[in-house]
């Protein structure tokens, strides 16, 4: 276990339906990450929290909602998804002290049918 | 935008080879990183390279950092079949959180 721990691990969900993905970390970082890994592409930044705030929201469509309540929980809501959606959903998070290296959660494996 | 570029893409090597994976980026940096990633697993951080001329080693595994250059490297030393796994690395741009991956590299070591 790395201090990141996501939820759920798997994740079938229908193209009408609303789903939450969760992130949690205990590591006392200050930056918490959501990225999409598929088979076609690399791994891609989707949205970063700094302090609490959104200072990246790498034209993401808008079907993806995030929320970070505090600086230890990071939500990805989701509604209206398409099958191309279907993904590794990431979460990670850094400080920015101390070598700002990223941690990662296991994953959310997202299949939208 | 930050752009990150490794290549190759793909590696099939023999055990006790070596060889060397390349990481560019496109802006100044001097916080590159290197994680791997085995298959349905997440990534694990492999090493952190925060000043230009860095270097550190891991077992078989030695990373080095060239900020003028804008070029890290992966070299890798008698592989093993262990080693086999998809190698990422990322950079944080200067000032700033976000952390930009490359496609990664598939290694295969075979016997």
């Known amino acids: 276990e790395t201090g990141v721990t996501q939820t759920p691990r798997h994740l079938v969900m229908g193209m009408t339906n609303k789903k939450s993905l969760k992130c949690e970390q205990h590591?006392?970082?200050?930056?918490m990450y959501w990225y999409k890994q598929s088979a076609k592409k690399p791994l891609e930044l989707m949205f970063v929290?700094?302090?609490?705030?959104?200072?990246e929201n790498n034209s993401v469509p808008s079907r993806f909602s995030p929320e970070c309540p505090n600086s230890s929980h990071l939500f990805l809501h989701l509604h209206t998804l398409q099958p191309e959606d279907s993904a590794l959903y990431l979460c990670?998070?850094?400080?920015?002290?101390?070598?700002?290296?990223?941690?990662f959660g296991q994953g959310t494996r997202l299949t939208v049918v | 935008e930050l752009k990150v570029e490794q290549n190759p893409l793909f590696l099939s090597m023999q055990e006790g080879k070596n060889y060397t994976i390349y990481c560019n980026y496109s802006t100044t940096s001097d916080r590159l990183y290197w994680y791997r990633q085995d298959p349905g697993k997440s990534l694990e951080s492999l090493f952190v390279l925060l000043s230009n001329g860095a270097v550190k080693q891991e077992g078989r595994l030695m990373a080095s950092l060239d900020t003028k250059a804008r070029l890290s490297t992966l070299h890798i030393t008698a592989a093993v079949h262990d080693l086999s796994a998809t190698y990422f690395c990322?950079?944080?741009?200067?000032?700033?959180?976000?952390?930009?991956f490359g496609a990664g590299t598939r290694l295969t070591v075979k016997p």
């Open positions: 990670a998070s850094s400080a920015t002290e101390q070598g700002g290296e990223a941690f």
């Open positions: 990322a950079v944080k741009e200067y000032n700033n959180n976000d952390m930009r």
């Open positions: 929290y700094n302090f609490k705030e959104q200072t």
């Open positions: 590591l006392g970082h200050n930056a």
